[in-house]
């Protein structure tokens, strides 16, 4: 199991966008065992907030600059992930995520991250024909695997394939974090299979799923994100994005999030919830 404390085997996947610090904050504290901050470029010069204490994810195509993010961050990280699964249209302009197929690259990266830190070192991966020397990599520098067990496309027509996933658990002494459709209904069926789950899509908007799944007595709304991203003083653009997240389930939501679209000021934001 992973060397760090956790209150749960439940996580908030890494989402780009999506996971900034005030949504993760209400997933941990929902339930969330460890909350995965988006894909983290070393070589950005971006502002990056992990007072929460996240798994940061690590989104590249070489060494350069590794051990210097590491370090800089290092405090501040639960663990560090190397994405090495994401099928985005930006992954595969830079050679990045799934599309990093030199393995020979793959290794030096994961070698600097390994010098820079003592604390726990995992990769995310994806279904693939390099699967077997991707989790031979994963014993020789990481802490755990992670999962996602779809073809490189990003398709979520086709269901993830758990088989896979369970094949790739039998293979290895590396503990296994699955991700792929996890949500409320299976998701305690999953942790029976594997050590850890990673719930991304069914958690946007809804931190709440962390709560039903853990038991706790907890039920966050955005006016708790919108306290929180003012706090942190994340930009309108972002809250706006979010309280489009947040109208998920609720009645009239196309509606609502046709008015989110067109607000000019946060007070409006506010109004529609």
Same mark, same amino acid.
């Given at each position: 199991m992973l060397s760090i404390k956790l209150k749960s085997r439940i996580f908030l996947a890494p989402m780009h966008k999506v996971n900034d610090i005030a949504f993760r904050i209400l997933c941990k504290k929902a339930g969330a065992g460890l909350v995965y901050t988006?894909?983290?470029?070393?070589?950005?010069k971006q502002k990056i907030?992990? !007072?929460? *204490?996240?798994?940061v994810q690590i989104f590249t195509s070489s060494e350069q600059r590794v051990r210097e993010?590491?370090?800089?961050?290092?405090?501040?990280? &639960?663990?560090?992930?190397l994405n090495l699964g994401c099928p985005s249209y930006r992954a595969s302009?830079?050679?990045?995520?799934? +599309? $990093?197929?030199?393995?020979?690259?793959?290794?030096k990266i994961l070698k600097a991250m390994k010098k820079a830190t003592q604390k726990p070192i995992t990769i995310k991966i994806r279904k693939s024909n390099q699967i077997k020397k991707l989790v031979k990599l994963a014993e020789?520098?990481? &802490?755990?695997? @992670? =999962?996602?067990?779809? #073809?490189?496309?990003?398709?979520? &027509?086709? #269901?993830?394939?758990?088989?896979?996933?369970l094949r790739i658990k039998r293979r290895t002494r590396l503990p296994v974090i699955y991700s792929g459709d996890v949500n409320e209904d299976n998701a305690k069926k999953l942790l029976e299979k594997f050590?850890?789950?990673? =719930?991304?899509?069914?958690?946007?908007?809804?931190?709440?799923?962390? &709560?039903?799944?853990?038991?706790?007595?907890?039920?966050? !709304? +955005?006016?708790?994100?919108? !306290?929180? @991203?003012? *706090?942190?003083? $994340?930009?309108?653009? #972002?809250?706006? +994005?979010?309280?489009?997240?947040?109208?998920k389930g609720m009645k009239n939501a196309s509606k609502i999030r046709q008015l989110i679209s067109k607000a000019k000021i946060e007070k409006e934001l506010i109004s529609f919830f």
């Open positions: 988006g894909m983290l470029n070393p070589l950005s907030q992990l !007072n929460d *204490k996240p798994a993010f590491i370090k800089k961050y290092e405090k501040k990280a &639960s663990l560090f992930d302009k830079h050679q990045m995520g799934f +599309f $990093l197929q030199d393995l020979k690259v793959v290794e020789k520098y990481c &802490s755990a695997i @992670a =999962i996602h067990p779809r #073809q490189g496309k990003k398709d979520y &027509s086709y #269901q993830a394939d758990v088989d896979f996933a050590d850890y789950v990673m =719930i991304g899509r069914a958690a946007i908007g809804n931190p709440n799923i962390f &709560s039903k799944l853990t038991g706790k007595r907890i039920n966050f !709304n +955005f006016k708790d994100y919108y !306290n929180l @991203a003012k *706090k942190y003083k $994340l930009d309108f653009e #972002q809250i706006k +994005f979010q309280a489009m997240n947040f109208t």
